[in-house]
C-alpha cells in the first residue's frame, strides 16, 4: 500500500461516535524461561470517533501493552487492531511508521522531552519530520503551545519548567501535526492531583472542541472525573465498562488508596 492509499482510506468522513478504533480477540504473549506471560489476553474493545475514553487498571494490567498496539507501535501475538478502516498486523513497518506520524499523537508518564532543546523546538521538530519548513515548524509549534497556555513559556529549556509544564509541551508536541487520535498512556502519573487535573482538562477540552479521539490511561480514580467511558482491565483481560456517572468515584478513590495503588 502506498501512502497515498493510507490517506485516501482515512479520508473518509468519520463522524464523531462513529466506530473509530477497534482491537479484536488481541492477546499479547511473552514467552520467558519460566513460561508464559500474558500481557493481554483476548481483549475485544471498540472505540469511537471523537470520544474521551479512560482505560483504568492496576499496574502491571496491561495498559501500556494495550496502548502500544492500538497505537501501532508494537504487533498483537493473536488478533488484530484497527483504526477506521486499517487493519494494522496487514500493514508493514514502513505504513505503519507513516500511520504513527500522520493520524496519532503519543504521550507518555515521563515527558521524553528533548533537553537540550527549548520547548518550542521540542514541538516543531515533530512538524519538520513532517516535511514542513522549519520556519513553519516554529509558527504551529508556537499555536500548539498557546493553545495549552505556554505561549509565554517557548524559549524555556525541560529543566527550566515543572513536571506540569513539560507535560503541556508533550502535549503540545502530540497535537503539533494535527492527530486524529490521541493516546496519553498514565500522563498524569508523576504528577499531584491538581495538577494531572489540570492535564486531564486539557485532553477533554481535545475532545469536546477539536474532536480529538482521546484515549487516557490511570490507574487513578481522581483523573476519571472528566471521561465518557471507562474501560477496566486487569491481568490482561477487559472487566468491565462503565460511564462515569455509574462510578462512585469518591469509594473507588478511597478503595485504591487503601489498596496502596494511588
Ligand atoms: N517485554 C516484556 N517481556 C515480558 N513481560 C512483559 C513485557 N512487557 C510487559 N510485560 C508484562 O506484561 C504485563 C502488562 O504490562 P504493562 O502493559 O506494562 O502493564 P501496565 O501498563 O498496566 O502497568 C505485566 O505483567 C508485565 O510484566
Ligand atoms: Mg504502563
Known amino acids: ?84 478502516p486499517l487493519r494494522l498486523t496487514e500493514l508493514s513497518s514502513s505504513e505503519l511508521a507513516y500511520v504513527r506520524c500522520n493520524y496519532i499523537g503519543y504521550i507518555f508518564q515521563s515527558y521524553n522531552l528533548i533537553p537540550s532543546l527549548t520547548a518550542l523546538k521540542n514541538v516543531s521538530l515533530s512538524h519538520t519530520l513532517m516535511g514542513a519548513t522549519p520556519a513553519d515548524s516554529d509558527k504551529a509549534a508556537a499555536k500548539a503551545l498557546e493553545s495549552v497556555g505556554l505561549g509565554h513559556r517557548l524559549d524555556h529549556r525541560p529543566d527550566e519548567l515543572s513536571g506540569g509544564q513539560q507535560q503541556r509541551v508533550a502535549i503540545a508536541r502530540a497535537l503539533v501535526n494535527r492527530p486524529a487520535v490521541v493516546l496519553a498512556d498514565e500522563p498524569t502519573g508523576n504528577l499531584d492531583t491538581k495538577t494531572g487535573q489540570e492535564i486531564v482538562d486539557i485532553l477533554h477540552d481535545l475532545h469536546r472542541s477539536e474532536g480529538v479521539t482521546v484515549i487516557c490511561s490511570t490507574h487513578d480514580p481522581k483523573m476519571l472525573h472528566k471521561s465518557q467511558r471507562v474501560v477496566w482491565i486487569e491481568d490482561g483481560s477487559k472487566r468491565n465498562e462503565s460511564i462515569p456517572a455509574e462510578l462512585n468515584l469518591k469509594d473507588m478513590a478511597a478503595d485504591a488508596s487503601a489498596k496502596g495503588d494511588l
Do not use: H, W
Open 1 to 84: 500500500m502506498t501512502t497515498a492509499d493510507i490517506e485516501k482510506k482515512m479520508d473518509r468522513d468519520f463522524q464523531r461516535g462513529d466506530s473509530f478504533i477497534t482491537a479484536n480477540g488481541v492477546s499479547k504473549i511473552y514467552r520467558l524461561r519460566g513460561g508464559e506471560v500474558y500481557a493481554l489476553n483476548n481483549v475485544n474493545l471498540e472505540i469511537f470517533r471523537s470520544e474521551y475514553l479512560s482505560i483504568m487498571g492496576p499496574s502491571g494490567s496491561g495498559k501500556s501493552t494495550l496502548f502500544n498496539i492500538i497505537g501501532a507501535l508494537d504487533r498483537p501475538s493473536q488478533g488484530y487492531a484497527q483504526i477506521g
